[in-house]
């Protein structure tokens, strides 16, 4: 059974930085991409970035691109996700995500595996 474990929130000053850890668990993530997603209060669940587990290619929400980086450490099964020069618009809940295959999919439900979130607080 796959687990995915969301570490690394808090509270941060606008500008600052923070690192997420997602740890996964359950099987083998060779052709899986795994991904970070955010939900505000009061919206949708956004795509944030990803990362294919094998080949480590990314990709990125065009409004975190340039300032956050997500990674994988492939020995150690588990994703991170740096965010640089926050905002008090990144505030949000973020979940990790994993779905079989190696398209690059934004949309929430094509991401069968979550993991529980951590929330992430930016002050103004």
């Known amino acids: 059974q796959v687990q995915l474990v969301e570490s690394g929130g808090g509270l941060v000053q606008a500008g600052g930085s923070l690192r997420l850890s997602c740890a996964a668990s359950?099987?083998?993530?060779?052709?899986?991409?795994m991904g970070w997603f955010r939900q505000a209060p009061g919206k949708e669940r956004e795509f944030v970035a990803a990362?294919?587990?094998?080949?480590?290619?990314?990709y990125y929400a065009d409004s975190v691109r340039g300032r956050f980086t997500v990674s994988r450490v492939y020995a150690q099964n588990t994703m991170y996700l740096q965010m640089n020069s926050l905002k008090s618009e990144d505030t949000a809940v973020y979940y990790c995500?994993?779905?079989?295959?190696?398209?690059?999919?934004?949309?929430?439900?094509?991401?069968?595996?979550w993991g529980q979130g951590t929330q992430v607080t930016v002050s103004s």
């Open positions: 359950g099987r083998t993530f060779d052709s899986y991409v």
């Open positions: 995500a994993a779905r079989s295959g190696n398209y690059f999919y934004t949309a929430p439900d094509k991401y069968a595996y």
């Open positions: 990362v294919s587990w094998s080949g480590g290619r990314t």
